[in-house]
């Protein structure tokens, strides 16, 4: 369970987390919504601790992450692994070797001890084959499509079987149908790992392919949230907005 309560955060006396709430349960598949430059990115990293907020609190499974800093905070976000919106991917390392890279770093992700080789070997095998990349560990980022490099970025994060996934627009700059890959992809990884993943993204087509949940991020807060089924229901102008727009044109 995460609590995120009445968080604030603000850049250059400008309020852009003012007082968000937000519960987010063990398991399911959270998609925010919410028009670019709301602060969805900024809800994220506070949420993995790359940033503090200035006020309110996250807890994670009853520790208020918030609050820590250094080798317990690393301690209690290891679990958590986020794709960004860029993949991140190092550009001068092979699939295989951004895949490896969480292991080599940091070892066996429970203990903290080194992998043996071979066991970062199978591991890594088994990540790229989940995101359906086997056969291309020796090509670099550049020789792969902008869909191949989000799997890629998945591989990496799989690899060290995070119990919270954090998705940044993974569908934003992709074509429908590669897209529609990496929905399915989100959707395989939460059943497969039993993870709880919080998606944010302004992608309808995607919000109702992947959440159980859906919240709406507005003016800094948290405006709505709802099970699926009853979020086209709901009155208000920033849905409607999102509904009209993701409508298909139907051309005689
Ligand atoms: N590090 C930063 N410094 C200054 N302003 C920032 C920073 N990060 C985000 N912002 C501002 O916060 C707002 C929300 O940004 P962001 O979370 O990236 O929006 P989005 O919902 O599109 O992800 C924007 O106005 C952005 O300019
Ligand atoms: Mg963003």
């Known amino acids: 369970m995460i609590r995120v309560k009445d968080l604030k955060k603000s ?23 919410g028009r670019s430059g709301v602060g969805k990115s900024v809800l994220l990293r506070q949420l993995i601790g790359i940033e503090k907020p200035d006020d309110g609190s996250i807890e994670i499974d009853g520790k208020v992450i918030s609050e820590l800093t250094g080798s317990s905070l690393y301690n209690a976000v290891k679990e958590m692994g986020m794709l960004f919106q860029a993949s991140a991917l190092f550009d001068s390392m092979t699939i295989e070797e951004n895949t490896a890279f969480y292991l080599v770093e940091h070892g066996n992700p429970e203990d903290g001890r080194p992998l043996p080789k071979k066991e970062i070997h199978e591991r890594v095998q088994e990540a790229l084959s989940m995101v359906g990349l086997e056969g291309i560990e020796k090509a670099l980022p550049s020789d792969l499509s902008g869909g191949m490099r989000k799997r890629a970025a998945l591989a990496r994060l799989i690899v060290y079987k995070p119990k919270i996934f954090l998705y940044d627009e993974p ?5 429908p149908i590669t897209a ?3 929905n399915d992809l989100i959707v395989f990884i939460q ?5 709880t993943s919080i998606v944010v993204t302004h992608d309808l087509c995607s919000t109702f392919h992947i959440a159980n949940r859906i919240a709406l991020h507005h003016e800094g807060k948290i405006a709505f949230i709802s099970e699926k089924k009853e979020f086209s229901k709901i ?18």
């Open 191 to 195: 059943k497969k790992l039993h993870a």
């Open 235 to 252: 009155n208000h102008p920033v849905i409607k907005e999102f509904l009209k727009n993701s409508v298909p044109e139907i051309h005689p």
């Open 11 to 33: 850049y250059n006396g400008t309020e852009v987390l003012k007082g968000l709430n937000l519960e987010i349960h063990e398991g399911e598949t959270l998609v925010i919504l």
């Open 180 to 182: 529609m890959q990496i």
């Open 171 to 175: 569908t934003t700059g992709l074509d």
